[in-house]
C-alpha cells in the first residue's frame, strides 16, 4: 500500500481554519442555544486569542456537546471539538461539583446502583427524588434515568469462562458501563453472535470506565489514570495474548481511540487500530467468506430505523451496522438522516442543558416517528436513552437485532 | 468493501459524476473530506462567462469553439465543441432530476445580481435568485429592498446603488423579529444559515409575510437576502402565496443558504440511487498494479479498503485540499499524478489579486479522457473532474461551475462506455 | 480664515505624532500633516520590539543606554500599548558562548538588567526556545504595538489642541526670504492643494524626509535599508526570542497580539523603490530558515504575511547593510547647519525613542520660540493607559462577553469604555479572528481618524487575523459606507484595494493553507460578489 502525502495531524491544527464557517452550519448546539458562541469562535478563532492570552476563555464553551459534528463537516480537517474541549480542560475555573462526579462515575455509581438496583431504579424514579435532584444537584426532574440491573455483565462472564475458552479463537470485549451494570443482555448478544461465528469472548484483565464522562465533566485526571489502566488491560490483550479488542459502544470505542490521544495526551498508537466495534470486526469477518451466519427462519418482520450516533458518525462506521442489519432476512433497515439526538452523555442531564437537548433532538424524533419502523437502532446508549424518553420507539443495538434473528 | 466506482470527492463534480454513475446501476462510494464548495455557491453555475482574450460571452454554445482555439489545454477542448451542448445539457438534467431547481440555457447566458449589486453572466441560476436576461437592468423597474436588521453579511445599500444606476427605483427597507433577537443577542451567530433556520418556522414566515405586505407598497418586487430555507424549500413560495408580491433572492457572504440546500439535494438524490455518502473521511493510501488503482484506503476505515473497477478524483482545487501546495511546488497529494503548474514560486501569482492569477490554471494533468497521467503515462482507471482540473481560469473565463459539472458527465459517460 | 500655528510637523509616524503630542502638551499650536494613514511607513513596518537595547549594547552604548530608558518609560505611560514580555538572548552551537559574557557586560553597563540563566530554565520559560541552545540570557524585552502607540500620541496631541489632517501630501515647502514659513500640500482626499503657515516646520518624514528636505534646498544624506519581515498565524512564543551573537538577520522573533513575527533581512535598495516593496521568495526563505533556529515550530506554523519597511538611517559611512549605521538620533537645525531658518529635521533614531525624538525636536521648537515650557511626555501617560481610568472602565465592560471585553480592552485600554456595547446591534462582529465588534469600529472612524479600510485595520486589527480580511472587509466597508463615510462605489473601491492590499503581503508566502485563503477570499470576491479592481465606466 502506497500512503499518500497528507498529514492528518500537526501541532497547530487550528492553523488550517480558513474561516469558512462550514462547522457552525452544523453544529446541533448554535442551533438552539444562543448561549454558545459556535464552533468556529469557540475553536480555531477562540484558540488563537486564548493563546494570546488565558484571559479569552470563555467559560460559554461548556455548552459545546463535544459531538464532533463540526469536525465531520471541516473541509480543513480541523480538530475544531477536540480544540475546544482541550480548552475546557485547560482552562475553565468552575470546579465540578456534586452532580458532576455523580454523572461522571458511572463504574463506581454504577456498581452501588446494581448491587441495590431495584431500590434505585424506583428511587430515582419517584418524583419526589427527582425534584431533588433538580433543586439539589440540578439534574433535570425530566430526564428518564436508566435502570440498573440486577447483577453485573462481568459477574454473568465469570460463570462463562470455561465455556467462552474452549473456542479455538478469541477475541476480548471492553464490555463498558452501560452493558456492565446497565444492559448486560447486549453484552450477552454480543457473545451470542460471536460465538456463533467460532470465537470465544473474553473479558480484559481490569477494564474501568473508558472515562468519556469524566473528561466531559472535567475530571481529566481521574479520567487519565482510568485510560492508563485501561490501555494496560488493552495492551495485555493486543500484544501478548494476541486477540482483537472489540467494544459495543460507539462511544467508549472513539473515546479509546482518539480521545485518548487527543484530549487526555496519551499514546495509543500500538494498540489504537486493534480496539474496534464489534459490527466493524464483525463485518470484515463476514464479508471475508470464511465464516456465515445462519439466520431463523421464522423470525419476526422488524422495520428498523437506523440512527447514526454523533461518535458514530466521527467514527465513520455507520456502514458497518447498517450493513449487518441490513443482511438480516427478518430485517427491513431504514436509515434516518445523520443528526444528533441531543442528550450527548451526561450534558442532557444538567438541567441547564434540557431544553437545548431536547430542541437538538426534535427533528430527530419527528422523523424516527414517521419513519413507521418497529424499532429503532444505535450503537450509542445515551441515544437509546434518549430516543427512548422522547419517542415512542423502543431502541435495540444492531448487536441485539442480529444476535435475536440467529438460529 | 466493494464497489463498482469510487469517487473521491462529494461536492458539486463528485455528486454528479456519482448520480450518473448511480443512477445507470453502478454501486458507487462518495468518500469526502468535510463538507464542499457548494456551502460558497453564489446561487447560479456559470459554463462560459468570456474567452481567455477577456472578450465577454453571451452564448456559450457558440463561443467555445473560440475558447478551445484560444485555449487548447481547456477542459472543454477534451469535451470537445461538438458535444458542448449536449454535455451541458446532460449536467443540467442531472440537477433538475435531483429537485435542484434551476435555470438557463447554453445558448444564451443570463446575468444575476451580485452581492456588490453588479450584473454578471451566468447559465444555471436556482430559482428563487434574482435574475435578468440583460446586462442592462433588472425588468423589475420598481423594487423594494430588505434586510434583517444587524445581518451584515448582506448590504442592500451596495446593491440599491447600482440597481438605481441602472433604471430600478429602489427603497431599502430594514426590519426586525422577535425570533431573530435571539441569535441577535449572540455576537457570532447572526449568520445565513442560523436566520434561515428561524425562517423554517411557519409562524416567522407569516410573520415576514405581513413585513413584506406592509412594506412593499407599489413595488414590482421584494428582493431579500438569501438567508430563507434550509431544511425546506419552499419558504420563498410561501412568501409570494401569503403576499401575492414577487419575491426574489440575492446572494449573501458565505456561507450559502441555497448552496446548502443544493448539498443536501444532491447528496440525498445519490443515495436514494443507492450510493453511498462517506462524510469526513480521507483517503489514506492505496494498492496499485500494472497501472491500475485497485484500492483505496482512508483515515477512518484503516485496513478495510475501498476496491472498485474504476476511480474519479474530484477532490477540487487548493480550497478543498485536491492540490496542495508546498513552499517548493505543487502536488496532488492523494495519487501523486502530475500537476501542470509553473516553475518556481515566484511565477505562481500576479499583484493583483482580481487578475487572472496563474495558481489559478494549475492542475492534475489528464489525457483526452480526463485520466490522471502519471510520469506522463494515464492511470487506467484513474479519472479526475472538477475544479482539480488543469488548464483553465475559473473566475475570469467564468467557467468554473460549468468545468465541474461537464467532466463529471464525461467520466461518468467514460466510465460507463467501458 | 486660516488657523494660526507655531509649527507644522510633517510626517505621521511615531516620531511626528512624538513630536506634536510634546508640541501640544506644552501649548504650542501645532499642525501635523501626513500624506497617508499614521504610521504607515517606517513605524508600521518593524518588529513591534519594545527593544530593552541590549542588542544595541555591544556595538552602541549610547543607543542602548537610550532603549533602556524609554523602555521604562513606556511601560509606564504606554502601558495598553505594550506587553511585557521578557526577552531571551539565546546562543546556538554554532554561535558558541564567547559572545555572551561580552554581551552581558556590556549591557550591564548600559543599565541593561541581563541575567544568564540555564538553557534548560529558558526551554521552561519559553517552551518554542530551540533546545538546542547551550546559553540564555534574560532581558527587558516586551513587545510594542506601532499603529496602537502612534493613534495614542495622536489622541492625545489633539486633546491637547494640535490638529491632525491625514492624507495631506505636502509639495513644496513655502520659502521667504531664506526661510521656511509654510507647506503647500495636495489634499488627497478632495484632490485641492491647501496652504498651511507657522513659523516652524518639522521635517519628520522618515525615509521621506530626504525629498521633504530637498524641497528647501537643503540635503540630509539617508540610506534606505529595507527590512523584511513574516508574521505567523499565531503565537507561537509569549517571550521575545533573539539570538545572542552580532545583529544579523532574522535573528528576533517577537510575540505581539494575536501572532508572532521574525526578522529581519536588510539589503540597500534605490529611493524610487521605498513607495512599493515587495517581499522576494528569497528573502522569505531566509526569514523562514534562520527562525526555524530560535523556534523550530515555525517551519510547521502557518504565515499570514510577508511585509518589509525602510529603515530611516543617516546615513554615516559606506556600509552596504546599513547595520552598522547609528541607530542615534539626528536633530538638524537648518538654521546653524544650512542657513536655513524655521526648518527643523528630526531623524535617525527607532520606534523605541520615538518620544525622546520628540522631546529633543520640542526643546529646539521651545528655544527658537521663546517658550518655557518643560517636557511632561515621560510622565503623562497616553489615553489608554490611565491607570485609574482603567479600573472604572473595567468595572463598566465587566457584563460584555468575555472574548469582546478583552479584546477591547487589549486595544484601547481605558478607552474601551467609549465602544459602545449597549445594544445587541453593537456588539455584534465584524471580524471574527479578531474579535472586533461593530460598536468598536465605530468608535475608530468617529475617534480615531479612520479614512479607509486599511486605516480601519490600523486601529482595531480588523482583517489582521489568520483569514486577512475574507469576511470583515466587506462587513466594514458596509459600515463605512452607511456612516456616510464613503459613497458605496468608493466603498467598492475601498474594499477591492483593501483585499489586494492584504494580498500583496500574502502572495510571497501563498503556500499551504495561506494559498487556500486566498483561492477562497478571491472565490468570494471576485467569483460570487464580482468584485474587480477595473475602473468603472462612467
Known sequence: ?407 | MRYDSVIIGGGLSGLVCGLRLAKAGKRCVIISAGQSALHFSSGSFDLLGALPSGESVGSPAERVAQLIEQEPSHPYAKIGAEAFVETAEAAKQTLVDAGVRVSGDAAQNHYRLTPMGTLKATWLTLDGYVRSATEEGLEWKNVVVMNAEGFLDFYTQFIVDELRKKGTTCRVCSFSLAALDAIRNNPTEMRSANIARIFDGEECIAQLSEIISREAGDSDAVLLPAFLGINRYDVLDELKRRTGRECAVIATLPPSVPGIRTQIALRRAFERAGGVYMLGDTVAGYDEKDGRIERVYTVNHGDIGFSADEFVLATGSFFSRGLEATREAVIEPLFGVDVEQAASRGEWFERDLFAKQPFESFGVATDGEFRALRGGKPLQNLYVCGAGLSGYNPLTEGCGAGVSMLSAVRVSDNILKR | MQKEFDVIIIGGGATGAGVARDCALRGIRALLLERFDIATGATGRNHGLLHSGARYAVNDHESAEECIRENMILRRIASHCVEETGGLFISLPEDGLDFQAKFITACRAAGIAAEAIDPKQALRMEPSVNPALIGAVTVPDGSVDPFRLTAANVLDAKLHGAEVLTYQEVSELIMEQGRVVGVRALDRKSGEMREYRARITVNAGGIWGHNIAKKAGVTVNMLPAKGALLIFGHRVNNVVINRCRKPADADILVPGDTISLIGTTSSKVPFDEVDDMYVTADEVDLLLREGMKLAPSLEHTRILRAYAGVRPLVASDDDPSGRSVSRGIVVLDHATRDGVEGFITITGGKLMTYRLMGEWTTDLICKKLGVEAKCTTAERPLPGSRKEERERTEKKIHALPTLQRESSLHRHGDMAERVEATTAAKRSIVCECEEVSVGEVEYAINALEVNNLVDLRRRTRVGMGTCQGELCACRAAGLMAEMGRYCTSRAKQDLAAFINERWKGMAPVAWGDTLRESEFTKWLYGGVCGLTTKKEEE
Open chain 1, 1 to 407: 500500500m502506497k500512503m499518500n502525502t497528507i498529514k492528518e495531524t500537526s501541532q497547530n491544527n487550528f492553523e488550517q481554519c480558513i474561516k469558512c464557517t462550514v462547522c457552525t452550519v452544523y453544529c446541533p448546539v448554535a442551533a438552539v442555544n444562543p448561549l454558545y458562541p459556535g464552533p468556529k469562535q469557540s475553536g480555531p478563532d477562540g484558540e488563537r486569542l486564548r493563546l494570546k492570552r488565558p484571559e479569552f476563555y470563555d467559560e460559554a464553551l461548556k455548552y459545546c456537546l463535544n459531538c464532533k459534528r463540526c469536525e465531520v463537516a471541516c473541509p480543513s480537517n480541523v480538530r475544531i471539538g477536540d480544540i475546544i474541549q482541550l480548552a475546557r480542560l485547560k482552562h475553565s475555573k468552575k470546579s465540578p461539583g456534586l452532580r458532576e462526579f455523580t454523572l461522571a462515575n458511572t463504574d463506581l455509581v454504577g456498581s452501588v446502583a446494581t448491587l441495590a438496583a431495584p431500590i434505585v431504579n424506583a428511587t430515582v424514579a419517584l418524583k419526589p427524588m427527582k425534584a431533588i435532584m433538580d433543586a439539589v444537584v440540578k439534574i433535570d426532574h425530566r430526564r428518564t434515568f436508566p435502570k440498573y440491573s440486577q447483577g453485573t455483565f462481568e459477574g454473568w462472564m465469570r460463570k462463562q469462562r470455561e465455556a467462552q475458552a474452549a473456542f479455538e479463537r478469541q477475541v476480548a470485549f471492553f464490555h463498558g458501563c452501560y452493558v456492565n451494570y446497565n444492559n448486560p443482555p447486549l453484552g450477552k448478544a454480543f457473545v451470542k453472535v460471536m460465538n456463533a461465528l467460532g470465537y470465544g469472548v473474553q473479558l480484559l484483565d481490569k477494564e474501568k470506565c473508558c472515562g468519556v464522562a469524566l473528561i466531559s465533566n472535567g475530571f481529566v485526571k481521574q479520567a487519565r489514570r482510568q485510560a492508563k489502566v485501561n490501555l494496560g488491560s488493552i495492551r495485555t490483550a493486543v500484544i501478548e495474548r494476541k486477540l482483537p479488542v472489540l467494544a459495543t459502544s460507539s462511544t467508549c470505542t472513539f473515546t479509546l481511540r482518539d480521545e485518548y490521544p487527543h484530549l487526555l495526551g496519551l499514546d495509543n498508537a500500538d494498540v489504537r487500530d486493534s480496539v474496534e466495534l464489534a459490527v466493524r470486526f464483525i463485518y470484515r469477518l463476514l464479508s471475508s467468506g470464511e465464516v456465515q451466519l445462519r439466520f431463523r427462519k421464522d423470525a419476526p418482520k422488524l422495520r428498523v430505523a437506523y440512527h447514526t450516533a454523533c461518535h458514530m458518525e466521527k467514527l465513520g462506521w455507520s456502514c458497518y451496522s447498517k450493513e449487518l442489519l441490513a443482511m438480516i432476512p427478518s430485517v427491513e433497515m431504514v436509515p434516518l438522516d445523520s443528526q444528533c439526538c441531543g442528550i450527548a452523555g451526561t450534558y442532557g442531564f444538567k438541567k441547564e442543558n434540557y431544553a437545548t437537548s431536547q430542541a437538538i433532538g426534535e427533528p430527530l424524533f419527528r422523523k424516527i416517528e414517521e419513519s413507521g419502523c418497529d424499532v429503532v437502532s444505535t450503537d450509542c446508549e445515551t441515544c437509546k436513552w434518549q430516543i427512548e424518553m422522547s419517542t415512542s420507539k423502543r431502541v435495540l443495538h444492531p448487536l441485539e437485532i442480529l444476535a435475536d434473528a440467529l438460529e
